[in-house]
C-alpha cells in the first residue's frame, strides 16, 4: 500500500507536520510506502511554484497585504469562487502530479493542495485525508466537503470546518502532529550535557521559525545590552545572512549561535523558557516538551489564533516587544520552577503527546476502502 503526503515548504509548520505522520505511519504499519511530495515547488504552475522560495520575503516585507489578503479570501463562498478561477490555471500541473502518483490514498497538510487535488484526482479516487496544520484560525481553503476525512487540531478549528460545510462525522480533533523526539522523555540537566551548556545558569532559548524571521534582531539586540544573568541560545533556522551578522558581534560568554538544526527538541527541553512566533508547529513541539513560551510575533490572520491559544490555556505570555521579553523574563527567573509545572500539566488536555499516532490511526483505517 502506498500513502502520498502532500505538502509545501511555506513556512515550516507543513513539512514537520507531514514528517511526523510520515513517522507514525511507518511506526504503526511498516509494510505501508510513504512519500512526501511538495506539491507548490515540484508540480504548481509559475508563480505559486516560487511560494516556497518567496514565503519568508512576503512575510517579512508584506506583512500588511498578507493579513488583508487572508481576510479577503477567508470564508466558504469566496473560497469556493477561488478555487473556481483557479481551476483552469491549475489543471495540467494537477493532472501531471495525478499520473505521476499513483497512490492507495492521499494526505494534504497544506490549504492550496486540497481542493484543487480533489479536481483533478476525478470520481474514482483513493481516499483524501486533510491534515490541518493551522492550529486555530485555519482557512476556509483547508475545507472541501470531497475530503473523506478532515483532522483538525482544536475544536476551534473544527468549528470553523462545520461552518465551511464539512459534515460532523467527517471531521475530528486529532490534535497537531509533532515529531515523536518531542514526546522522548529528556530532563534538562542530561539536555545541557548533550549541548555543552552550564546547567546552573537560567536558559532561554530564542528562535523565529525556520526562515529566522524577524523580530529575531531586535530581541537578540536587547538581550545584548540588557545585562541579565542567563544563559542565550539563538536558532537562526535558514536565515544564513542574520547568523552571520550575529557571529560578527560581541556576545556575552554564555551564548549559543545556530542555523538550521536538526536537534531542537533537545535545544527546548534544556531551556527554562522559549521565545519564538507564534508557528502553530513551534508552540506544539514547545508545549509537548513542558517549557513555557514568549511569544513575539504572530502571521496576521493565521496565526494570531495561535496567540490566544496559548494565553487562554495558560501556556505562556504575548511580547511583542523586546522590552516586554525583558520584563517577563526577569520574573519567570524567580518563578521559572512553578511555571514549567503548570505547563506539563496541560499537555495531556492538548493532545500534544499522541497527536501523530492518532492521526496516522485514522489514516490507516481508511486504507483497506483503496484495496
Known sequence: MKVIILMSDTGGGHRSVAAAVKSALVTEKPEISVELVDGLLDYAPYPLNRLPDWYATIIARFVGLWRYGYLLTDGPVRAQMLNLLARPFLRSSVHRFVEQHQCDLLVSTHPMLVSSILDGLGVNRPPFVTVVTDLVTAHAWWFDIRADLTLVPTEEARNKALKCGIA????????????????????????????????????????????????????????????????????????????????????????????????????????????????????????????????????????????????????????????????????????????????????????????????????????????
Open 168 to 371: 460532523s462525522d467527517q471531521v475530528q480533533v486529532a490534535g497537531l502532529p509533532v515529531s515523536g523526539s518531542f514526546s522522548k522523555k529528556l530532563n534538562r540537566k542530561l539536555a545541557h550535557e548533550k549541548l555543552g551548556w552550564d546547567s546552573s545558569a537560567f536558559t532561554v532559548l530564542l528562535m523565529a521559525g525556520a526562515e529566522g524571521m524577524e523580530p529575531l534582531w531586535d530581541i537578540a539586540n536587547a538581550f545584548r545590552s540588557s545585562n541579565m544573568a542567563l544563559q542565550l541560545a539563538i536558532v537562526c533556522g535558514r536565515n544564513e545572512r542574520i547568523l552571520s551578522e550575529f557571529q560578527a558581534l560581541d556576545w556575552p560568554a554564555d551564548t549559543y549561535l545556530y542555523g538550521f538544526v536538526d536537534n531542537m527538541s533537545v535545544l527546548i527541553r534544556g531551556a527554562d523558557v522559549v521565545i519564538t512566533k507564534a508557528g502553530p508547529s513551534t508552540v506544539m513541539e514547545v508545549i509537548n516538551c513542558g517549557r513555557p513560551l514568549l511569544l513575539c510575533g504572530a502571521i496576521p490572520g493565521q496565526e494570531d489564533g495561535n496567540v490566544r491559544f496559548v494565553l487562554e490555556n495558560n501556556l505562556g505570555w504575548w511580547t511583542p516587544f523586546p522590552e516586554d521579553v525583558l520584563s517577563r523574563l526577569r520574573v519567570l527567573q524567580r518563578m521559572d520552577t512553578r511555571r514549567k509545572d503548570s505547563v506539563s500539566m496541560a499537555i495531556d488536555s492538548l493532545f500534544a503527546s499522541r497527536s501523530a499516532s492518532t492521526v496516522a490511526s485514522e489514516i490507516i483505517g481508511l486504507l483497506p476502502k483503496a484495496v
